[in-house]
């Protein structure tokens, strides 16, 4: 038996919306957050694993460090201490790193995807773009690539170059997660849930440890009124991340819809006491009756 109470935050006055707009926002929440980050990425939301942890570490950074002491001239080896340097945030020795291997090698196709990466990530999207032409030019099969320019022009809102370039990666690489997700999130946007719904499934299928396809599909199941099989979903990712405020708002909300107010409250008061702020937990916890320092049952 698992209860969650709600510490109780500076109150502000809280506007109540209907189930359709408070799924609306929702969406619209994810699809914002999702703008920039990858299903796995530093700072999505995403469980750390201790091999992660391990990967950003001082210890492995030092030891790839010392690989490059030692390769002075190996355009890899810049690469692979890029890449562990720009997942622990540190992106303008990251950018270093990827420059001097580029410089190295001018047609190091990785090297140029993973400083797109960079570049996105820092909302840098005309050079990312450059980045990703430039991968994609020097290997034209390179799955990576078309995702990461996708996924810029998805921020940018080019659904149609974004779909291309999600076809694109999907074609070269039907294995990967990533693809389907970040094309569900294009069809999430534009109101076309069921084609969302297939991607972000087969997404969870090829990727089963990763919280976001399981919040996408469960914000979709709710746009479409199922919000059984939202619930189950949400109840997925929450397992998975339960650090993930967006989770346990949209758990809440599918509990919300199914008329388990004592399951809803939990669920908002978890979101709660991971970020007091978070408007849309508020309002939920608001809507279902939600009273500070009560504990309820979140599962």
């Known amino acids: 038996m698992s209860h969650a109470a709600a510490s109780k935050p500076p109150m502000t006055a809280a506007k109540t919306i209907g189930y359709r707009a408070a799924t609306a926002l929702l969406v619209a929440l994810a699809l914002g957050a999702c703008s920039t980050a990858t299903m796995n990425a530093v700072g999505t939301g995403a469980p750390e694993s201790e091999d992660a942890l391990y990967a950003t570490s001082p210890a492995n950074i030092a030891s790839l460090t010392d690989v490059v002491t030692r390769n002075p001239n190996d355009p890899p080896a810049y690469n692979m201490r890029g890449t562990v340097l720009g997942e622990a945030g540190r992106y303008d020795e990251a950018l270093a790193d990827f420059n001097k291997a580029i410089t190295i090698d001018a047609n190091y196709a990785q090297a140029y995807a993973?400083?797109?990466?960079?570049?996105?990530q820092?909302?840098?999207?005309?050079?990312?773009?450059?980045d990703y032409d430039k991968a994609i030019g020097i290997d034209a099969n390179y799955a990576v690539a078309y995702l990461g320019r996708g996924m810029v022009y998805r921020a940018q809102r080019k659904p149609a170059l974004a779909l291309a370039d999600f076809n694109k990666a999907i074609a070269i690489r039907p294995d990967n997660a990533q693809a389907y997700y970040n094309r569900g999130l294009l069809y999430?946007?534009?109101?076309?849930?069921g084609f969302a719904i297939d991607d972000f499934s087969t997404a969870i299928g090829l990727s089963t440890q990763q919280a976001q396809p399981y919040i996408a599909r469960g914000l979709s199941y709710l746009a479409v009124n199922n919000p059984k099989n939202a619930a189950s979903d949400l109840d997925d990712a929450v397992t998975i991340d339960p650090q993930n405020v967006q989770a346990w708002t949209s758990r809440g909300l599918a509990y919300e819809r199914l008329g388990d107010k004592e399951r809803a409250a939990g669920s908002y008061a978890?979101?709660?006491?991971i970020d007091q702020k978070?408007?849309?937990?508020?309002?939920?916890?608001?809507?279902?009756?939600g009273k500070f320092g009560q504990a309820y049952q979140a599962f």
């Open 114 to 120: 993973n400083r797109g990466l960079v570049y996105r």
């Open 122 to 130: 820092t909302g840098k999207y005309d050079l990312a773009l450059a």
């Open 188 to 193: 999430q946007g534009q109101q076309q849930h």
């Open 278 to 289: 978070y408007q849309p937990a508020r309002d939920g916890f608001g809507r279902v009756g």
């Open 270 to 273: 978890r979101a709660m006491n």
